[in-house]
């Protein structure tokens, strides 16, 4: 890297910082005062759920858009646009009054944040390349540290309105993106963007490249559905074996917090033994620590077992996503598509198999794919030879 591209590296290094930052405040906050769009739109648990659904559907239409439309001369545009659609979205969800605004404002919420999204994150990876060692650990863990900050914030205004909440989010989003615009601009440099984004590639490798990129989507998808399970079931397990409500909500927050402590450690790990050992130890700890957490049946074991489980996962998707940047904008959508339906799928398929069976038994699903994740990381992730 050439002395005089440090100045602008560290620059685009912090903006991507702050954009995944601020998406985890603004979806943490979206979906924590859900239930109070809900009572405020007098929806019903069936409503809500087309609510949710129609973001849902709206992210994975941004993605795909975002995926075609990811460039690295786009990136300016596209950072800065879809953080002030998002933050204007977010502002139009609070003022919502009936079922059919609320359906229109989640999709389009939806897929502002599916834009961003893959913008972000096709950015890190040349951003990574141009440091020439991994950064997306720290950069997705800000994500996580901002989630935990939106969910902070959303407990402490839990008895305000929701509409002054979002509005209020919405607005220091917006300007921070319009501050950033110019700044913005650094992550398009060309000391920046690395020339194999936009070589051609013959058809052999393409295909190759085209069975590894499901591959590698395949294992975002077990992992995301590892992680919609620990978000919507932690809790559950924990109130199950006798914990009370505070006890209960500190497993999806050990979770997360060890999620975030395995991404800010995991750059250093990923650089030292290499990304597939890296995936393959964690996933093999999230695999073993779950299953013990489960095995235990006591509250500690349990909020033990979750914790491990978030901190084995930590440096899943961050490797994932690096792997399929080799391939361009469009293979990170395409990975990113997957993994958010194992995202979506992940608590229902849960739920289906804890009516036929016990929790911590169906909770041995996300256990069992870590399992096959840490079988198939090298395979994914290591880097064919020519």
Known sequence: MKQTAAPELAR?????????????????VFGARMPAVQHTADLSTAGLALVLLA?????????????RLAHPARFPVLLTGGAIALAA???????????????????????????LDVAANAAAVCCQDAHGRPIMGRLHAS??????????????????????????????????AGVTTRLAHTVASPALVPVQHGAARGPVEQEVSRRRLWLLGALAA???????????????????????????????????????????????????FGAPAAVRTGAAVAALGLATGLAG?????????????????????PSLI????????????????????????????????????????ALLLPALLAAAVAALAPKALEKPTP
């Open 89 to 115: 979205c977010l502002a139009a969800v609070g003022v919502c009054r009936s079922l059919e605004s609320l359906l229109v404002a989640a999709f389009v919420f939806g897929a502002a944040h599916g834009v």
């Open 222 to 272: 077990a992992t995301l559905l590892g992680e919609g399970a620990a978000a919507d079931w932690a809790s559950v397990h924990l109130h199950d074996l006798g914990a009370t409500a505070a006890t209960s909500a500190a497993a999806y927050a050990a979770y997360s917090a060890a999620m975030a402590a395995g991404r800010l450690a995991g750059d250093r790990l990923t650089a030292r």
């Open 12 to 28: 685009s290094r912090r903006l991507l910082t702050g954009y995944f930052a601020g998406m985890g405040v603004v979806m943490a």
């Open 55 to 67: 973001a849902a559907l709206g992210m994975v239409a941004g993605l795909q858009t975002g995926g």
């Open 143 to 176: 994500y996580s540290l901002g989630a935990l900050t939106g969910a902070a914030l959303a407990a402490i205004t839990a008895h305000t309105s929701h509409t002054l909440l979002f509005a209020v989010v919405a607005a220091c989003a917006a300007a921070a």
């Open 297 to 317: 049946s006591t509250i500690a074991f349990a909020l033990l077992g979750w914790a491990a489980f978030g901190l084995g996962l930590s440096v899943t998707i």
């Open 322 to 361: 690096t792997a399929a940047g080799q391939g361009g904008p469009r293979a990170v959508a395409t990975v990113a598509v997957t993994g958010y339906v194992g995202l979506l799928a992940g608590p229902a398929v849960i739920g289906a198999l804890a009516t036929v069976t016990a929790l911590p038994h």
